[in-house]
């Protein structure tokens, strides 16, 4: 038994080292999390030279397949990263694609995103020099055109995809409800009901992580989300994304979505081909309907007049293709995927986080849950499909390593996760 002084003297070096690595999570973590206000003055100075000559705006005449005749499949592509809109399982695609054809990623560099939620500059890309030119970039960023534009090519295809705003916000609130301290407030069972009921009583818009709770769209697209509504400067931004981005898919026809991709991009089937991914499990899914939907959609009414906008000309698209050819393409889409999941996944389906054998296929997970929904890979897969089976199945963190990007901080964070349990 320690006698009483060394009893207090071992409390207090526990104290001090408890203090110490208290100190140390805070200062990783505000590195690993920039302040939402360090904006446009991170940019890269003007000096630096552009990958090529950049036009005003992007051409938007790109030959669709199947409208011109023969075309060359495209390989310059910017894809805007939005949050919880299936962009994990478009993130993939782009992997796949560019590792089968040796394009040249524009990488973060130490994390998993370009240090976001700050705005992106040319010189957080990973190994960037003045001049640099590139084929993709599609990690998460909040958008800054003329820096992206200075990245790549002139004709780079500009992509980005939207989801209704009221379940985008319910998706939102529940993955990082976590990290935004304001929500703490809440008391009831149901932290959203509570929250939609008044959230002008909780919602802090200078507040840690704020964003990620209001018109999240328009921020991560690099705009101001605490705009008042009736500013004309909302509909003047709305018509700047329909000018930058020659696509806007929607989560909710993620099919549709990707055949009008695959034609606009010039790629085969094959390439367009998906597994779901960092999709939450249905238990962790309460859909939101009647009045709270129409709270939630009230809330974040600058997204809902963006999607509106885009959902109308995603349908024009729709029509301009031919329904019946788009019915025949999805079709086509779902049944590949049908065949490629009975023989890559086993039992077929996405499974508990619990239940993933392999770690190389387990997801990044929300803060204090493990909602999030991955994949085992059959142990008997023939030769023709081995490869695409796994690189189909991968999960993003693990795909950067595989592509040799440089994870430092994302690493330890996750080693300092486990390691508490959280």
């Given at each position: 038994m320690l006698l009483p002084q060394k009893r207090w003297e071992s409390m207090a070096k526990g104290l001090v080292l408890g203090a110490l690595f208290t100190s140390f999570l805070l200062l990783l973590y505000s590195y690993a999390v920039p302040p939402l206000h360090a904006g446009l003055a991170s940019?890269?100075?003007?000096?630096?030279?552009?990958?090529?000559?950049?036009?005003?705006?992007?051409?938007?005449?790109?030959?669709?397949?199947?409208?011109?005749?023969?075309?060359?499949?495209?390989?310059?592509?910017?894809?805007?990263?939005?949050?919880?809109?299936?962009?994990?399982?478009?993130?993939?695609?782009?992997?796949?694609?560019?590792?089968?054809?040796?394009?040249?990623?524009?990488?973060?560099?130490?994390?998993?995103?370009?240090?976001?939620?700050?705005?992106?500059?040319?010189?957080?890309?990973?190994?960037?020099?003045?001049?640099?030119?590139?084929?993709?970039?599609?990690?998460?960023?909040?958008?800054?055109?003329?820096?992206?534009?200075?990245?790549?090519?002139?004709?780079a295809t500009f992509i980005t995809v939207l989801r209704d705003p009221a379940r985008l916000f319910e998706s939102s609130f529940h993955y990082f409800g976590s990290v935004v301290p304001f929500t703490w407030k809440l008391s009831s069972q149901d932290k959203l009901a509570e929250f939609l009921q008044d959230p002008d009583r909780y919602y802090d818009p200078n507040g840690y992580n704020a964003h990620y709770l209001r018109n999240l769209l328009f921020f991560d697209l690099g705009y101001d989300s605490g705009l008042d509504p009736g500013s004309p400067q909302v509909q003047e931004h709305i018509l700047?994304?329909?000018?930058?981005?020659?696509?806007?898919?929607?989560?909710?026809?993620?099919?549709?979505?990707?055949?009008?991709?695959?034609?606009?991009?010039?790629?085969?089937?094959?390439?367009?081909?998906?597994?779901?991914?960092?999709?939450?499990?249905?238990?962790a899914v309460p859909r939101i309907s009647g009045e709270l939907y129409r709270r939630a959609t009230d809330w974040n009414v600058l997204d809902a007049r963006l999607y509106r906008h885009f959902n109308a000309s995603f349908w024009h698209k729709v029509e301009a293709f031919g329904r019946e050819r788009m019915a025949r393409e999805v079709a086509a889409l779902r049944q590949a995927n049908e065949r490629m999941s009975r023989i890559c996944i086993d039992g077929g389906h996405a499974v508990d986080a619990a239940a993933i054998q392999d770690s190389a296929m387990q997801p990044w997970q929300p803060l204090g849950a493990k909602s999030i929904l991955g994949y085992n890979l059959k142990k008997s897969i023939g030769r023709r499909h081995a490869q695409l089976c796994r690189r189909m199945l991968t999960p993003e963190i693990q795909y950067l390593m595989d592509l040799g990007v440089n994870l430092w901080v994302t690493k330890l964070w996750k080693l300092i996760r486990d390691f508490l349990q959280w």
């Amino acid at each position: 038994m320690l006698l009483p002084q060394k009893r207090w003297e071992s409390m207090a070096k526990g104290l001090v080292l408890g203090a110490l690595f208290t100190s140390f999570l805070l200062l990783l973590y505000s590195y690993a999390v920039p302040p939402l206000h360090a904006g446009l003055a991170s940019v890269t100075p003007e000096g630096a030279a552009p990958c090529s000559p950049a036009p005003s705006e992007p051409e938007t005449a790109i030959p669709a397949n199947g409208s011109a005749g023969s075309c060359q499949p495209r390989r310059d592509i910017v894809f805007m990263k939005t949050h919880k809109t299936a962009s994990s399982t478009l993130l993939n695609i782009l992997f796949r694609f560019g590792q089968k054809h040796g394009l040249k990623f524009a990488f973060p560099n130490g994390r998993n995103d370009f240090d976001y939620p700050a705005f992106f500059a040319r010189s957080l890309v990973q190994d960037y020099r003045p001049g640099a030119c590139f084929n993709i970039i599609c990690n998460h960023m909040r958008f800054h055109y003329d820096e992206v534009r200075g990245l790549v090519p002139p004709n780079a295809t500009f992509i980005t995809v939207l989801r209704d705003p009221a379940r985008l916000f319910e998706s939102s609130f529940h993955y990082f409800g976590s990290v935004v301290p304001f929500t703490w407030k809440l008391s009831s069972q149901d932290k959203l009901a509570e929250f939609l009921q008044d959230p002008d009583r909780y919602y802090d818009p200078n507040g840690y992580n704020a964003h990620y709770l209001r018109n999240l769209l328009f921020f991560d697209l690099g705009y101001d989300s605490g705009l008042d509504p009736g500013s004309p400067q909302v509909q003047e931004h709305i018509l700047e994304v329909e000018r930058r981005f020659h696509l806007v898919l929607l989560q909710e026809y993620f099919d549709e979505s990707l055949v009008l991709l695959k034609d606009l991009l010039c790629w085969e089937l094959e390439d367009v081909l998906y597994f779901k991914l960092n999709a939450r499990r249905a238990s962790a899914v309460p859909r939101i309907s009647g009045e709270l939907y129409r709270r939630a959609t009230d809330w974040n009414v600058l997204d809902a007049r963006l999607y509106r906008h885009f959902n109308a000309s995603f349908w024009h698209k729709v029509e301009a293709f031919g329904r019946e050819r788009m019915a025949r393409e999805v079709a086509a889409l779902r049944q590949a995927n049908e065949r490629m999941s009975r023989i890559c996944i086993d039992g077929g389906h996405a499974v508990d986080a619990a239940a993933i054998q392999d770690s190389a296929m387990q997801p990044w997970q929300p803060l204090g849950a493990k909602s999030i929904l991955g994949y085992n890979l059959k142990k008997s897969i023939g030769r023709r499909h081995a490869q695409l089976c796994r690189r189909m199945l991968t999960p993003e963190i693990q795909y950067l390593m595989d592509l040799g990007v440089n994870l430092w901080v994302t690493k330890l964070w996750k080693l300092i996760r486990d390691f508490l349990q959280w």
